[in-house]
């Protein structure tokens, strides 16, 4: 037992939950904006398989991995154009296409992988770490939390750009009407469709590069169903967050924490079953809905269509 | 349908014309439905042409296999069972207006309760009433299982779309938990529940492999439509479901009608796990989950959550899952097509919707 919380062990666990935790985070950040401005995207799940098959093909023929994260990030955009064209302008359901669009995402990239590598899984090279000089240094923190690609650093640096987004801008109050009084901004002068479809639209290319790096560094390969629920997560996070960045990135280092644990128990050779790990996120979240749930809100009008002049 | 019961002798030039409508009716909701399945087909043959498979030859054996042929009829109606029961439960949650988005994991919860009981019941009752008492069981664990959202969205108005999706993620590693420790069957290696024999299983319907299951969901669905639809119950549900603010002015028991719409929709989620086990399955092996109710849940909206309309779908749903399986494996396609297939089909009905409402409108105005 006393090996499990040896400095090596203890920055390796921090590392992954760190790894873990970003596709989580990006997923969350978008899904933030989308419920936001009102949209409830269902099909975020789908928007990240696109990111990670997308973003893997992206990488692996060209051996950029910044290209593939780009390739990764317009596959996201492009299956948010469907949720921006069938749910904001046509206004059908949003859970109905979510659920459609996930489904089909999911066959869509396994069929496409089988036909282009069969069974085989081809792995990307490792992805060359950032390191920040001196704070790498410091033990156990030093080399889980500064020793990361550089994209890491840019992914927890729009936490704060979400933030400043969403408190200081016209932009981001206009996202912020647009979910909880469409009508309003309307009558401000204010196109509530585009508002929307820029939320789903950004919810996309974030939902597709998280996906990307969940292929491309986390695993460094694209298996079918990768994301394995990473987008559901991602819409948890976002509700709990209640509109604040901060608090996505909180629980995504919490739900990263507690994925890093299932591997490294694992590899510590510890027989618990994993599915009794993987359940602990779940469980937090759960605990912390019976604790605090009466304070969550959601904005007035998620999920409603918006239709001008319509009661 | 029941066309030549409307016009008797004595009846006036209103009701013809009613009858007339309700044929038109119908002729037009047939073409609504099946046009936009024509045009989804086409796209997805446009997928299947684009990785180099043949896509009448794929339609053909889906076709062949999930509707022709003596077996495969067979089993797409056998599939049906599960799917029945989760759209039943579904109907009763979206009519009252909540979302109750877990139903995998009540679903999976019900099966490995209902395959962890029958077994040992079947040993020491008789086989009806082990059957009966394993159905029990899986409903009320599910039942259980749903308390938690139920009280959070009652009493704490916590959004029950977040509580149901974690409880759901909850139950599918819970159902894996319990067959791999609890439930194993220790004379096997490799991790799943003891097999109920084939003979102690649900009865095969008349000299067919169609598990009786099918029955119970039909049963189920229809009891349910009815429900929502003609009796006082289903009324307050649905005051509830388009309304609650003016349900509470109404004098109704918000609460606690909310919690039993989470009992009911999750007890019949619950069912269907157990129909699918003691019908089919005869045991669980662990992270077996056939996510059957993800897919129910659009099916169940195209049919505006009208039972008989579901079962059509839930048919569909049928057909195109064991019908690509079997195509799946004779053309060397994944089976992941069939995710395809289903979500284009579901897309283009939920636009065809969309037309054919607008277009109404337009008329009208």
Known sequence: ??????????????????TAAIPLLLAGLGEQMSEKAGVLNIGIEGMMLAGAYLGFVGAFYSGSLWLGFLTGAAGGVAVALIMALLC?????????????????????????HHFQFSRSYPRLPAADATVIPLLSDIPVIGPAFFKHHLIVYLAVALVFAMGYLYRRTQLGLNLQAAGDKPAALDVAGIDVIRTRTIAVLTTGALAGL?????????????????????????????????????????????????????????????????DIIQMLPFLAVMIMLV???????????????????AR | MSIDTAPT??????????????????????????????IALVIAGCILLAVGVDPLAYYGFVLEKGLFSP???????????????????????????????GGDGQFLLGAVTAAAGAPVFVQIMPSWLALTCAFLIAMAVAMIWSLVPALLRAYQGVNEIITTLMMTFLGTSLA????KLVFRDPSTTVPQTRTLPVEDRLPRLFDTTITSGLLLGLAAIIIVHLVMTRTAFGLKLRIVGANPRAAVHAGLGVSGLTVAVFAISAGLAGLAGAVDIIGVQGNVRADWNPAYGLAVIPAVFLARMNGFAAIGFVFLLSVLSIGGESAARRLGVPNHFTLVLVSIVLIVLALAEYFDHRYNQSRRA
């Open chain 2, 9 to 38: 002798a004595n009846a006036t030039a209103l009701d013809a014309t009613n009858a007339a409508a309700t044929r038109r009716d119908i002729l037009h909701r047939l073409l609504m439905t099946l046009g936009p399945i024509l």
């Open chain 2, 71 to 101: 077996l495969g009829i067979q089993q797409t109606l056998t599939r049906m069972a599960p799917l029945l029961f989760l759209a039943a439960g579904l109907i009763v949650a979206f009519r009252a207006g909540m979302w109750n988005l």
């Open chain 2, 176 to 179: 894996n938990v319990l067959v």
């Open chain 1, 291 to 309: 604790l605090f749930g009466r304070r969550a809100s959601l904005p007035a009008a998620l999920g409603i269509p918006y239709e001008r002049g």
């Open chain 1, 1 to 18: 037992m006393t090996g499990l919380f040896s400095e090596v062990f203890l920055s390796a666990l921090l590392f992954g939950a760190v």
């Open chain 1, 88 to 112: 904001v302008r046509i206004g059908l359901n949003q859970i109905v296409i979510g659920i459609a669009l996930t489904l089909g995402l999911e066959g869509l990239t396994a069929l496409l």
């Open chain 1, 210 to 274: 998280g996906g990307a790096y969940l292929a491309n560094v986390g695993a460094g390969l694209f298996i079918p169903f990768i994301t394995n629920g990473a987008g559901f997560l991602g819409i948890v996070l976002a509700m709990l967050a209640r509109g604040r960045p901060i608090w996505v990135l909180f629980g995504a280092l919490l739900f990263g924490v507690c994925l890093s644990l299932t591997t490294a128990m694992q590899v510590a050779g510890i027989n618990i079953p994993t």
